[in-house]
C-alpha cells in the first residue's frame, strides 16, 4: 500500500506551504491545520494498515537519485510496531489540528509568527512520519534532524520575545546532542554490518562496538523524551510554544523518542545487565524529580510540561523492566514492561494533548496568562477547555475509570516481579525504581487536584467566555477527553492492538498473556493479581448512584438544602476572596516535605508605597514574598559546565587578536602533529 501514506505526506506538504503563502486573519489561518488534520488521518489509517498485516511502503528512491550497486534503495515502510505508533501519534495528531485550527482563526491571535508556526507544525508531524517509517540510517537520521528544526520553529515562533527565543536556543542545542549521539551509534553499527539498511544491524556481533552503540542510541533518544539529566530543555521547549503547538510536541512528536527505544531492543536484542538497571534508575528519579517540580509550579504550562518529565520517567521505567528481562534471557519480563510502558505511553498521548488544547482555551480566556493564581475559576467561564483539563487531570493523576489508573498499575505490577530475577543488583534495582513510581503516583494526585480545585473548581474566574474554542474546538476537545475514558472501557481491545505491535520485539503470545479472560487482565504472569477495567466502568456509576439514593433517602429533603460554599474556601473567618486560599499555599507542604529534592530560593520584600496608606489595600505597606523553584541539574551540573565552557571561549577569543602569519604557524603545527600521529599508528 503507496497511495495512502503518499497522501499523508503530501497533505503535511500543503499545510506547510499554505501556512507561508496564507496571512490574511480569520478563517484562512485553519487551513494549514485542516489539511495538517486531514494528513494526520491518513498516516493513522497506514498505520492501521500496518498493524492488520498489511504491505506499507513509499519508495523515495526515484526522488534522490538512483542508488549506487550493492546498495538498498531509501524508502520508507511500516511494519507492525511502526503501525502501532504510527496510529498511537497521528489519532492524537487529528484532534490536536483540529483544536489548532479552531485556536488559530480567532481575531485576538498574534499577526507576526502564523507562517514560521504553521511551518513549523507541517515540518514536526512530517518529521515524526519519517522517522517512525525509516528503513535506514540516513532517512531516520534526516527525520530526526527535521524535527529538531521543527521545534525550534515552533518554541521561537514569537522570537520578538526574549524569553521564548533563549527557550527555541536550548531547545535545539539539545536536539544537537541527541542527533549527535545517534549519529555516531549508527555509524558504529553501519561500520560493522557493512550496511545503512536498519533491518541490518541485527547481525551485527556482540563486543563493545554494539554496546557503545546500544548506549548512544538510547542516550539520543533519551535525550528527546526528557530523560534525567537532559530534562531541562523539555519544560522551557513546552512552555514557549504557543497555544496547541505544545500538544503537538508534547502529545505527538516526543514518541519518537520511545519509538527509537522500542525498535532498538526489537533490532539489537539483549543488553548488559548493567545498563537497564541505569534506566530503571533514571527513570524513577525522573519520575519523581518531574512530578515534584509539577507539584510546586505556579504556571499551568510549567506543571504540565513538568508533567511531561514524569511520565518520561514511568515510561523508561517500564522500558527498563523489559530490558531487564532482556538482559536476563525471561521473554515473559520483556513482555510486561513493554506492555506496562506502551500503556503507560499511550494514556500520556491522550492526556497530555487533552490538557495542552485545554490550557490553550484557558489562557485564551484569561488574557493570555498562565499564573495559577490569574486562572483562578477561569474554568467556569471556559468550560469545554475546563472539562478537558479536569479528564485529562484524572487521567494523569492515575484515578479510575481512566487509561491512567489502568498503565500506572500494569507499571506497579511489571516492578513487582523483581523476585524473579536472579541477581542481586537487578532486584535491587527493580525495588528502587517502584519506590520511586509509588511516591511518583501518590505526589501525582496531589498535583492534579490542585490543578482542578484552583483551575476548574476555584471560585470567581476573570476573562470572558469568548475566549473558549469555537464549535470545532470543542468537538476536538469533546473527542480528546472520550479518548482517555474509552480506552479504559477498552483496554482488553487495546492489549490485542499493542500485542500485534509489540510483536516485531517481543512474541504476541506472550503479551496476550495479560488476558486472563476477555474482560479480566492480568500482569502477563498468571496467578499474581487481576484487573478488570471495563467493569469498574459499570460497578464505579452503579455504586455512586446507590450511594446517593442511599443519602438522598436517609437525610430525605436535608440532603439538597446542605450550605454550600466555594471551593477552597479558607476555614479562617473573615477571610474571603483571592486570598482565602492560593495555589502557592496549597502546594507549600509539598515543597517542605521535598526541599530535598527541590532548589527553592525565596525573596521577602518589604513594599512601601507612594501615598498616605489609606484607602486601597494596595496602598497599605506590606511584605511581599516570592518562592521559586530552581533546576537542581541545572544548578549542579549545567552551569559549572557552562562556567568551564564560557572560560575556554573567552581564552580562545585571544587567538582572533594575533596576526595572521600567528595564524598560519598554530596550522602548521596542527597540521605536523596529526601528520605525526598517523605515522606512529601506522
Known sequence: MTAVPAAGFILLAMAAASGLVITAPGWPRGVPYVAGAAGAGCLAVAGGFALAGRTVTLNVAGWLGDPLPGQQALGLA??????????MAFGAAAGVSVAFASWAVRPDRPAVFPRMLAAGYALALGSVAVVMTATDAFTALFGWEAL???FYLLAGANARDRDRAGAARITVAFGKVSGAALLIGLLLLAVRSHSIALASFAHVPGGAARTTALVLLLAGFAVKAGLVPFQVWLPRGYAAAPGPARAVMAGVCVNVGFYGMWRTLALLGRPPGWLAGVLLLLGGLTALLGIAHAAVSSRLSRVIAYSSVENTGLIVTGFGVALTGA??????????????ATLQMVAHTAAKSLLFCSS???EATAGGADDLEVLRGVGRRAPWSGWGLAVGAMTLAGLP?????????????SLMQQFRVTALAGRLTLALAGAAVALTIGFAGVTFVRLVG???LGPGGSGTRGGDYGWTGRVAIALLSACPLALAALTPLEIRVIAAGLSPAVPGALTMGALKSPWVLQPVFAGFSILSPSWLWVELPVMLGLVGLLALGMSGRRLLRVRRVPAWHSATMGVAGPDSYTAFGYANPTRRVLASVLHTQAEVVEVVPDGDGVGDGDQVPHLRYASDVVEVVETWLYRPVIRVFGVAVACAKRLQSGRLDAYLLYMLIALVAVVAVVTALA
Not at 511500516?78 to 496510529?87: E, H, I, K, N, Q
Not at 538482559?327 to 506496562?340: E, F, K, N, P, W
Request: without cysteine; hydrophobic residues 65%.
Open 454 to 456: 484552583m483551575v476548574v
Open 327 to 340: 538482559a536476563v534471557g525471561d521473554r515473559r519480563l520483556i513482555a510486561v514492561g513493554l506492555l506496562a
Open 401 to 413: 475509570p481512566t487509561a491512567g489508573f489502568v498503565s500506572e498499575w500494569f507499571l506497579l505490577e
Open 148 to 150: 529538531t528544526v521543527a
Open 360 to 362: 490553550a482555551g484557558l
Open 78 to 87: 511500516a511494519d507492525r510496531l511502526s503501525g502501532l505508533f504510527l496510529v
